[in-house]
C-alpha cells in the first residue's frame, strides 16, 4: 500500500511561481509512474502531467512548456514546477500512482491518490 502527500500549494499571483512536491508517507512512489492531476469546482479531474520511474513524461497542452515534472528517487519524492501561473491553472491538484514504465493520461490507470494541494492563482 502506498500513501501519497502533496504540498506547497498556496496562493500566488498570475505570472508567478510555485513549486508542488509529493512524498510517500508509506511505501515508495519509485516503482510507479506518478502523474498531476487537478481539479476544479464544477469541473473534472484532468490530467496535468505524467513521469515514469526513468524520467519518460508527458504534459497536457495547457500547461506544456510552463509547467516540468521531475523526480527524486533518492527522495522518493516527485515535482511539480509551475511556472508563469495563470488564474486558469486555479485547481486542487493531486498525486498519483499507477503504471510501471510508461505514461498515461488515463485517471483509471492510477490505483494511489493523495489528498490534493490548493493552488490559486489571483489575477
Known amino acids: 500500500q502506498v500513501q501519497l502527500v502533496e504540498s506547497g500549494g498556496g496562493l500566488v499571483q498570475a505570472g508567478g511561481s510555485l513549486r508542488l512536491s509529493c512524498a510517500a508517507s508509506r511505501g515508495t512512489v519509485n516503482s510507479y509512474t506518478t502523474a498531476w492531476f487537478r481539479q476544479a469546482p464544477g469541473n473534472e479531474r484532468e490530467f496535468v502531467a505524467a513521469?515514469?520511474?526513468?524520467?519518460?513524461?508527458t504534459y497536457a497542452g495547457s500547461v506544456k512548456g510552463r509547467f516540468t515534472i521531475s523526480r527524486d528517487n533518492a527522495k522518493n519524492t516527485v515535482y511539480l514546477e509551475m511556472n508563469n501561473l495563470k488564474p486558469e491553472d486555479t485547481a486542487i491538484y493531486y498525486c498519483?500512482?499507477?503504471?510501471?514504465?510508461?505514461?498515461?493520461?488515463?485517471?483509471?490507470?492510477?490505483?494511489?491518490w493523495g489528498q490534493g494541494t490548493q493552488v490559486t492563482v489571483s489575477s
Open positions: 498519483a500512482a499507477g503504471p510501471w514504465g510508461r505514461v498515461t493520461a488515463s485517471k483509471g490507470e492510477y490505483e494511489y
Open positions: 513521469i515514469t520511474y526513468n524520467g519518460g513524461n
